[in-house]
């Protein structure tokens, strides 16, 4: 059996109270903040198979939780082409406290819960939900879904597969290691580093805006990845 941690990193665009990183709140609501409907399709997959979902309470904006936390970017300056004016000037102390406040707990919550799995089950999938904006590159992101993944980690590349083959049986148009790599920045790649050796997989899933704003496509999302999940 294989244990499973839900997680979704960029689950909101709010702010914390009394922070203004002097961005328009359209700008924050839009990709440049968060992930529209992440957070619905992993939800949706906690309730059916009774689990928590590890999911981030604020804007990217504020703390990238899908960074680690001496990349440049884990308090962005610049989110997908947006200026954050209230990033750009902070002290080393106040960057540290951040950090420690709102991005250590995150991920020391779901280490605690993968090296759990790996205890009682003997190994275990996190599984990401993420989602990207089409019209970033329209040529390009024609498809549906995307699942990320390192093709060189064998156990994790063979969960991959298993959950493409679901999807694609869904009706679903998915591509592999699309809009991004498997190998990027992200707390399932700094995971899978750490725990070398052991049967730790983390994938991500990406999931097309063109999907996640259309009326029931995020449940028709959680909907074709439950089977893969249950078999678990």
Same mark, same amino acid.
């Given at each position: ?79 997908? #082409? ?10 080393? #102390? ?92 992200? @707390? ?32 028709? @999302? ?11």
């Amino acid at each position: 059996m294989t244990g499973l941690v839900l997680s979704c990193e960029h689950a909101s665009w709010q702010l914390p109270p009394d922070v203004d990183l002097g961005v328009p709140s359209d700008v924050v609501s839009s990709q440049a903040g968060w992930d529209h409907g992440a957070f619905e399709i992993v939800e949706q997959l906690g309730e059916a198979l009774g689990l928590p979902v590890h999911a981030g309470a604020f804007t990217r904006m504020f703390v990238d939780l899908n960074r680690p936390p001496d990349h440049p970017d884990v308090i962005p300056r610049n989110s997908y #082409g947006a200026v954050v004016p209230g990033n750009a000037h902070l002290s080393p #102390g106040d960057r540290a406290q951040r950090l420690a406040l709102f991005h250590q707990p995150y991920w020391d919550a779901i280490r605690r819960e993968v090296a759990a799995r790996l205890h009682d089950r003997g190994a275990c999938l996190q599984f990401s939900s993420h989602s990207f904006d089409p019209s970033l590159d329209p040529a390009q992101r024609t498809y549906e879904v995307g699942v990320l993944y390192d093709p060189a980690h064998a156990f994790e590349a063979e969960l991959a597969e298993r959950l493409m083959f679901q999807l694609r049986r869904a009706g679903l148009d998915v591509r592999a290691n699309q809009p991004y790599t498997g190998l990027g920045p992200a @707390i399932c790649t700094a995971l899978r580093t750490e725990l070398a050796g052991k049967r730790y997989a983390g994938i991500e899933l990406e999931t097309s805006h063109a999907v996640t704003y259309r009326h029931g496509g995020c449940a028709r @999302i959680a909907a074709a990845v439950l089977p893969f999940l249950e078999q678990l």
